[in-house]
């Protein structure tokens, strides 16, 4: 019994001495007034500084500057002549043509001499070629698609020198292959021309979402109507797509660059005939494009619409006066193909001769009056340049050249 109440009486002063030193640690960890406001007002100011960081200071160390719009120009001129070389010049250039090299589908050509006053006589030496040559050779290169290392091998073996060619690139060089950021970069130090494609003009809608600003216009010209601006609302979610991901990652550089792309250019004399003549020395106006153009809009290009420039891939039958994307449309016949029996048939009074890309599904697809150079880079199989010289025969005249070359992907 003694034992009990000697237990309970421990346990009273072991409670007792618990209470003691948990109120002797509060009082220890009891702040002040003072403190409480310096502690609070600390957190805050750490807080704002940090928000501040992440906001402000980390984006603009991270994320590109924005770079405002311009409207995008409907047509411009290439700017480039070439002038006639001698044959044993041209052929250093020359690849090996493969025996399964595709070949036009027109086997006339109409035969005409066509010199220019500023071409050079047949008895020019070299040094008097290179005072009146701009550049020598003209290579259009189908899309590119962000391909850069076959983009460099295709170049290597055309054997391309930025001093004497002239790039041309048809538009959807970015997008979808991993370098596109390193390819504008390329055709900026080459001073490659350019060609609007519509995944260029995509990236550009989602640029201008990302950083706010207006988006992408076509230029104006009443007296050509009034041009579409079409939006193109991502289906994905924004991080989900790529052509979003792409567009934040741009600099300004990029942008101005993408921007002066027009939806045409007017390229000058181009050859006019098939890859039987062995004449060779029909010529007439090259039109670059990246999806096509409308038959019945050719007698002012201001008229063409832009939109459809850079999506078409078919016209509708009976009248073809209407275009679709989808290949496998009802009613849907290769606008190449309609295109190019409009001017056999005497139809069309231009003589306009189509480069255009877009059409991966078609491949390379050389006819006379139009020649698709998009061969499907980014489904593995090949990246497609149409090389284009004039080169002066003994006898004075003007032979207009192109040859196609490609590389595997």
């Known amino acids: 019994m003694k034992s009990g109440l000697i237990d309970t009486e421990s346990s009273r002063l072991q409670a007792i001495n618990d209470c003691e030193y948990a109120e002797l640690h509060q009082d220890e960890w009891r702040m002040s007034k003072r403190t409480r406001y310096w502690l609070v007002t600390s957190v805050i100011v750490i807080s704002a500084i940090v928000l501040y960081l992440f906001c402000f200071v980390l984006p603009s160390l991270f994320v590109p500057k924005s770079h405002p719009l311009d409207s995008i120009v409907q047509v411009k001129k290439l700017g480039v002549q070439l002038y006639p070389v001698l044959a044993d010049i041209a052929n250093k250039w020359r690849e090996p043509r493969p025996n399964s090299q595709p070949e036009y589908d027109d086997d006339v050509a109409n035969e005409n001499s066509d010199i220019g006053a500023n071409n050079p006589s047949a008895s020019s030496s070299i040094e008097e070629l290179q005072k009146y040559t701009k550049k020598e050779r003209l290579v259009v290169v189908g899309d590119i698609h962000g391909q850069q290392k076959e983009l460099h091998r295709l170049l290597r073996k055309i054997k391309f020198n930025k001093k004497s060619d002239e790039l041309l690139v048809l538009g959807d060089f970015i997008s979808k292959g991993p370098r596109s950021l390193e390819v504008i970069d390329d055709l900026i130090e080459m001073d490659a021309k350019c060609i609007l494609g519509n995944h260029e003009y995509y990236v550009l809608q989602n640029y201008a979402m990302f950083h706010g600003l207006s988006g992408p216009k076509f230029a104006f010209d009443e007296s050509a109507g009034a041009l579409e601006n079409k939006e193109f609302p991502s289906t994905l979610g924004f991080n989900a797509d790529p052509e979003y991901i792409l567009a934040k990652k741009l600099q300004p550089r990029h942008i101005r660059y993408i921007n002066l792309c027009p939806v045409m250019l007017e390229m000058g004399p181009v050859p006019l005939h098939s890859a039987k003549n062995n004449g060779r020395f029909g010529s007439a106006q090259g039109i670059a494009v990246h999806a096509g153009l409308r038959w019945d809009l050719t007698q002012d290009l201001n008229k063409q619409r832009p939109l459809e420039c850079l999506e078409m891939r078919s016209y509708i039958s009976p009248y073809f006066n209407e275009t679709s994307d989808?290949?496998?449309?009802?009613?849907?016949?290769?606008?190449?193909?309609?295109?190019?029996?409009?001017?056999?048939?005497?139809?069309?009074?231009?003589?306009?001769?189509?480069?255009?890309?877009?059409?991966a599904r078609r491949g390379l697809n050389l006819k006379r009056w139009a020649k698709g150079l998009d061969s499907g880079c980014t489904k593995g199989e090949s990246l497609t340049a149409m090389v284009i010289w004039q080169e002066k025969t003994p006898n004075g005249k003007t032979m207009y050249k192109e040859e196609t070359v490609s590389v595997s992907c």
Do not use: Q
């Open 326 to 359: 989808d290949a496998s449309a009802e009613n849907a016949v290769s606008w190449s193909k309609i295109w190019n029996a409009k001017h056999k048939e005497g139809t069309l009074k231009d003589d306009f001769v189509v480069y255009y890309g877009h059409d």
